[in-house]
């Protein structure tokens, strides 16, 4: 068999949906890979700062790993605009959904808000409400969003930071991408890790 007998989803058996899952899982193997491609292709979007998508992400990533963050903070802000490239409008939430089934639950509601917490740096100058973190005023993780933006995001477009490159970063992309998703002893719901190692 080389492909499914169905042409409507509704009409597949069990063998064809045996050989697509088959397949499915086979693919899953290469997303390490392909984020890892996708990142690189940040060096093309936006422009306009003094470095690339890329050079910001790879520096977000360089700063978390020199508060000795664990490779979940790592990775999460390596990935953390990887939106950009096809959602713009809510490249949070769409690289929140990339994380979620891979990482701390924690790292993965830090992403998906960040967007919402750095209006605190620039909204007064865009029309934005600066306030716009403050809905999550409460909630266990905000102060793990406030640092995250502090520390790693909103500082990372410094075209003299000595930050790290790609193939750095890649053995701990390919780490996480390689757990089981949605594996409850890898998401730890509720459980907060501090992002800067005391």
């Known amino acids: 068999m080389d492909h499914v007998g169905f042409t409507q989803m509704k009409d597949g058996t069990a063998e064809d949906y045996a050989f697509l899952t088959e397949h499915e899982v086979e693919y899953t193997k290469g997303t390490a890979s392909r984020l890892l ?6 060096d093309e979007s936006l422009s306009g700062y003094q470095i690339t998508r890329l050079g910001h992400s790879l520096q977000s990533a360089t700063r978390a790993e020199r508060d000795r963050a664990d490779t979940d903070w ?3 802000a390596l990935l953390h ?3 950009d490239i096809f959602a713009p409008y809510n490249h949070d939430e769409y690289a929140a959904t ?5 990482v701390r639950e924690q790292c993965a509601w830090v992403v998906e808000k960040h967007g919402d917490f750095q209006m605190i740096y620039y909204g007064h100058h865009v ?3 600066p306030d716009k ?3 999550y005023a409460g909630h266990m993780y905000f102060d793990d969003c406030a640092t995250f933006c502090e520390r790693w995001d909103q500082a990372s477009f410094d075209p003299d930071y000595d930050t790290l490159p790609l193939a750095h970063f890649a053995p701990r992309v390919e780490e996480v991408f390689a757990r089981p998703p949605w594996d409850a002893e890898v998401l730890r719901p509720g459980v907060r890790v501090p992002l800067v190692a005391g």
């Open 37 to 42: 491609n996708a990142l690189v292709s940040l």
């Open 81 to 83: 605009d990887i939106g």
């Open 74 to 76: 790592i990775v999460s």
């Open 98 to 102: 990339i994380l979620r089934p891979f």
């Open 133 to 135: 973190r403050d809905a």
């Open 127 to 129: 029309g934005g409400n």
